[in-house]
């Protein structure tokens, strides 16, 4: 199963995963699984995350250097911005809009 990426996603970071992610079903010959049997999605930046620390495949493919800088750089300036706005009273959703729009 495939969930499309975010506008905000580097798209060569997306497709490094989704071809390692290919391979490695392939390679081991995974079947899709059943519509009920599907795990839920991560629903925050900070779950999703944690699921691409916790994922061999990918981190072998990417590289754990690369794995551990993506990891910093979104805990340190993505969540970190967001949860000070937070405590600041602001907005979420203003907040995520002027970090992620600025980059457009």
Known sequence: MLRLPSGAANPYIVMAA??????????????????????KLPSSLEEALAALEADKVLTEALGEEFIRWF?????????????KAKQDGRDEMEVERELYFALL
């Not at 390679?27 to 519509?35: S, T």
């Not at 990891?71 to 949860?83: F, S, Y």
């Open 18 to 39: 989704t071809v390692a992610a290919g391979i490695d079903g392939l390679v081991n010959r995974l079947e899709l699984p059943a519509e009920n049997e599907l795990e």
């Open 71 to 83: 990891l910093t750089l979104k805990r340190e300036v993505e969540i970190a911005k967001v949860n």
